[in-house]
C-alpha cells in the first residue's frame, strides 16, 4: 500500500508563488506517473499536471507556462511549482501515484 503524502498549500495573494511537495513510500517510485489534480468546491476533480517515469509532462491549459511538475526519485517525492497564481487556482491540490492512489489533499488559496 503507498500513501502519498502532500505539503506546501497555503494561502498566498494573486501574482504569488507556491511549490507543493509530496513524499510517497515504495521501491517502485522510479517507474510510475505521477500527477497532481486539484478539486474546486462544486466542481469536478481535474488534472493539473503529470509526470511519467521518462519526465514526459502534460499540462492543462489552463496552467500551461506557469505552473512546472518535476520529479526527483532519489527522494521519492514529485513536486508542483506553481507561479503567477491565480484566484481560481484555488482548490484541493492532490497528488495522485500510479493513477491508484491518493494523496490526503493540501488546500491552495489565492486572494487578496
Known amino acids: 500500500q503507498v500513501q502519498p503524502v502532500e505539503s506546501g498549500g497555503g494561502l498566498v495573494q494573486p501574482g504569488g508563488s507556491l511549490r507543493l511537495s509530496c513524499a510517497a513510500s515504495g521501491s517502485r517510485f522510479s517507474i510510475n506517473t505521477l500527477g497532481w489534480y486539484r478539486q474546486a468546491p462544486g466542481k469536478q476533480r481535474e488534472l493539473v499536471a503529470q509526470i511519467s517515469s521518462g519526465g514526459s509532462t502534460v499540462y492543462a491549459d489552463s496552467v500551461k507556462g506557469r505552473f512546472t511538475i518535476s520529479r526527483d526519485n532519489a527522494k521519492n517525492t514529485v513536486y508542483l511549482q506553481m507561479n503567477s497564481l491565480k484566484p481560481e487556482d484555488t482548490a484541493v491540490y492532490y497528488c495522485?501515484?500510479?493513477?491508484?492512489?491518493w494523496g490526503q489533499g493540501t488546500q491552495v488559496t489565492v486572494s487578496s
Open positions: 495522485n501515484y500510479a493513477f491508484m492512489y
